[in-house]
């Protein structure tokens, strides 16, 4: 690994957002535009990919279920060695760096070689997939909080408290959640939320290629595993799920079945 370097180190840890090139904050936008090195991950839309200037050199370290090229502790010492080299370096993740983007992990990783992380948050997949359908994420009456969780995990057992979760006054926004949503709604309801809770599915959310789907917690699972379905999904559990305007509900759950 590198060491030394003529200026502190230092890199720009940067939220993306959920894919609207729009949706990026000015201030994400500038990094970019000033960046030497830009390391992205598989959830940074090709629209905003495509804004990259040339003099940029682009690192792709994404992930896919099951196949990590760039293991964890490689992009650590990747952004290390950049960092060190000199050049300004920007890392650059879908949503926002400090919601289930592993950002905390490295930003700890780079203190340890001294390396300074300015942190520039985007807009959360949760709020902005619910946002492009109308739906509010608390509403009164309906809402009194929102709680965001991730369907995915590597031990592949989903430990969450079941039972706080299953509060008919709550929100839920579910990450990465494809794969396992069938038993996080039997988990659900199995804790005593009703099968009837309204379920939105949200693929590719405020992009062009949007698309969604209406459900209820006891439908849910089947409906989402349809082949055609995107693992680029937010899935939002809740009564706010019923203000969806109806002129956005285009199918419900018989067309889409």
């Not at 949007?210 to 089947?222: F, K, N, V």
Request: with cysteine; charged share 20%.
């Amino acid at each position: 690994m590198a060491v030394g370097a003529a200026e502190a180190p230092r890199i720009h840890l940067v939220g993306a957002g959920p894919g609207d090139p729009d949706l990026l904050t000015v201030k994400a936008w500038r990094l970019i535009r000033d960046a030497e090195v830009i390391v992205h991950d598989r959830l940074v839309s090709q629209a905003i990919l495509d804004g990259i200037p040339n003099h940029a050199a682009v690192i792709d370290v994404g992930k896919t279920p099951g196949h990590h090229p760039f293991p964890q502790d490689t992009i650590n010492d990747m952004l290390v060695d950049l960092a060190l080299s000199g050049r300004r370096v920007v890392r650059l993740k879908g949503g926002d760096p400090f919601i289930f983007g592993r950002g905390g992990e490295e930003v700890e990783y780079l203190a340890r070689y001294g390396i300074a992380c300015e942190i520039v948050p985007g807009i959360t997949a949760a709020s902005a997939c619910a946002s492009a359908l109308g739906i509010p994420l608390t509403h009164r009456g309906l809402a009194t909080g929102v709680r965001f969780i991730t369907g995915h995990c590597q031990s592949g057992e989903l430990d969450h408290d079941w039972q706080g979760l299953a509060d008919p006054n709550t929100t839920l926004a579910v990450y990465m959640g494809v794969a396992n949503i069938r038993k996080i709604a039997d988990r659900l309801t199995g804790a005593g939320l009703p099968g009837s809770t309204p379920v939105a599915m949200i693929c590719d959310g405020t992009l062009p290629s949007q698309t969604h789907l209406i459900a209820s917690l006891a439908t849910i699972g089947e409906l989402a595993c349809t082949p055609h379905r995107t693992g680029r999904a937010l899935f939002v559990i809740g009564q706010v799920v019923s203000l969806a305007p109806a002129g956005k509900i285009m199918k419900r759950e018989a067309a889409l079945a």
